[in-house]
């Protein structure tokens, strides 16, 4: 019994340090792109995220790609 994942939708969420806290650990905030095509390979997606990270007016912490599909049982 095989089970297949269908995409169904992908984005990019690019995670950015805003500042500390009074404690002095790190604050993070997400930027999150919506609707990245599923079939898009992760190397162009993240080209895309550094050229959106020199935008950014924070540091970039880190890169991630979300997807959510179905799975199907066949």
Partial sequence: MAVTKIPQSSKLVVKVQT???TSGNPVY????FQ?????????????????????????VANIARVEEGNLVNQ
Avoid: F, T, W
């Fill in 19 to 21: 500042g500390v806290n």
């Fill in 35 to 59: 609707n990245v095509k599923p079939s898009a390979a992760d190397a162009d997606v993240h080209a895309v995220a550094q050229a959106l990270a020199d935008l950014q007016q924070h540091e």
């Fill in 29 to 32: 905030r997400l930027r999150s």
